[in-house]
């Protein structure tokens, strides 16, 4: 391991991540509002403390080892998360150090559940701040899951060693460099044309930008109480689902994609993804499911229904009405669906599409079995055999995936929060939902919880953001072994 190049990499992370609240500190002096100063401050602590670890470990790695890769991974989305939380600090925005550091961890994570309120009324610096919070978590967790874990191996990632766009390299650094400038371009691009089709379509300019960076990183945190309910306009809610949709795919096809240009064949790039045929089918399924008792009761529109489905499946945590009010089949129905999620190599969360379609094929292998004993099947993705190495890293993921849930279920529980709220909460920030059900649906937020059960919330949003094993293998005696 080498601990002098994991303490460099975080430092340069934590300096850039200083030099971003210029940003919001532009906002507030555009805004004559009254947290220039604050932000600033913000900024130069946060950009100090990287400083002092990069001086500290000396110059760069010239490469990194796989153990180094978990430890970092594991290592940035906690002291990012922790050093987030300074503007909410500086500012007095937030009530509580608890709060600040749910609504930063929840930011990055893009999990998008908030302790905040009056969000009509906050000053508009730190409204940008929480949105660049969750697209720069956005861009991270496109990076991680494209370039970092295909190469750890982690969960059955592995298999789309092959897909990642770059160089296939031994030396971490030289893929991740090259893999993130490629990705970077992309994310812009998309965050720049979805905030101009919202503007043209009604937003202000200031709610475009903050939306567009929300809905691309799948994170779902407005500038309004009433989240894209706030914006009365089919135009819109359309033009989000779609959005939201597309930020769901696996970016790597989106870069292949590009690569044909616009051409008959960009269709066929997505549509021989096995992967997006069963996501583009499963949204299909899943919003004539929910919308069939939700009209037929009367319960919601037809755009409500389109346009919160799709923010639950894709885990954006956008809402436009209050979907925990409709049948109780349906909300059961969403509340299974935040564990599916979106497509691998996305900003969304939750266990993945591929994992469970692949978890879905091992099971029909093993029927088939029992009435073909002898005969050899095999699971498949997209025509390519999946070896038994990575069906069994999916099984070690999925039930490590579901005891997590359970045990972060059972200790919000155990401070003295209602069960259904307990169950909501934990699932939706596992799988980085954000809105669940109960008391903590999409007309309420996190602020009412004890801080015990928002700390254990924070670590179940950073679990999910991790993909279990990252964390769990830092509990393994031999990692730490020289």
């Known amino acids: 391991m080498n601990p002098r190049g994991v303490a460099w990499t975080i430092g340069i992370l934590a300096a850039f991540f200083g030099a971003s609240m210029l940003l919001p500190a532009l906002v507030a002096w555009h805004y004559d509002t009254e947290h220039l100063r604050e932000f600033l401050a913000a900024g130069l602590i946060v950009s100090a403390i990287g400083f002092i670890m990069m001086r500290l470990a000396g110059g760069a790695p010239e490469s990194l080892s796989h153990r180094d890769g978990f430890l970092i991974v594991a290592l940035a989305w906690v002291v990012l998360s922790v050093l987030g939380a300074v503007p909410f600090w500086t500012t007095g925005t937030a009530a509580t150090v608890m709060d600040a550091l749910f609504e930063s961890a929840s930011g990055l994570t893009t999990t998008g559940a908030t302790v905040f309120s009056g969000l009509d009324k906050m000053p508009a610096s730190i409204l940008f701040w929480r949105s660049m919070e969750e697209w720069l978590g956005g861009m ?82 407005s500038t309004h109480d009433a989240s894209m309910g706030y914006f009365d306009s089919l135009w819109i809610r359309l033009a989000a689902v779609c959005f939201m949709f597309m930020a769901g795919i696996n970016f790597t096809l989106h870069f292949a994609a590009l690569r044909r240009g616009l051409s008959a064949n960009v269709l066929r790039t997505y549509f021989t993804d096995d992967e997006f045929r069963t996501y583009f089918k499963w949204i299909i399924v899943l919003v004539a499911i929910v919308g069939l008792p939700t ?71 093993e029927v088939r079995r ?113």
């Open 140 to 221: 991270g967790i496109i990076v991680l899951a494209v370039a970092i874990m295909p190469l750890l191996g982690i969960g059955g990632m592995q298999l789309f060693r092959a897909e990642a766009p770059g160089p296939v390299k031994d030396k971490l650094t030289a893929r991740v460099a090259e893999t993130g400038k490629i990705l970077w371009y992309m994310y812009l691009a998309m965050t720049c044309v979805v905030a101009v089709v919202y503007w043209l379509l009604g937003m202000s300019g200031f709610d475009a930008i903050n939306h567009a960076m929300c809905t691309i990183s799948i994170g779902g945190f």
């Open 295 to 365: 009209l037929l009761t009367a319960k919601g529109s037809w755009d409500e229904v389109l346009f919160n489905t799709v923010a639950v499946a894709t885990t954006t945590g956008f809402a436009v009405s209050d979907y925990s009010q409709w049948p109780v089949v349906t909300s059961l129905l969403l509340f299974a669906t935040m564990f599916v999620g979106a497509c691998a190599g996305s900003t969304g969360g939750g266990m993945k599409i591929v994992r469970v379609l692949l978890l879905f094929r091992q099971g029909m292998r």
């Open 370 to 482: 029992l009435i073909h004993p002898h005969a050899v099947v095999t699971v498949k993705l997209g025509g390519t055999k999946v070896t038994g190495s990575v069906v069994e890293a999916l099984w070690g993921f999925f039930v490590l995936y579901i005891v997590c849930f359970m045990m972060i279920a059972v200790l919000v529980a155990a401070s003295g929060v209602d069960m259904l709220t307990a169950l909501a909460a934990a699932a939706a920030c596992i799988t980085n939902t954000g809105p669940g059900f109960g008391g903590v649906g999409p007309a309420e937020n996190y602020a009412a919880l004890p801080d015990f059960a928002k700390a254990v919330l924070m670590f179940g949003m950073v679990l999910g953001r991790l993909e279990i094993f990252t964390f769990f293998v830092l509990l393994v005696p031999e990692f730490w072994r020289k």
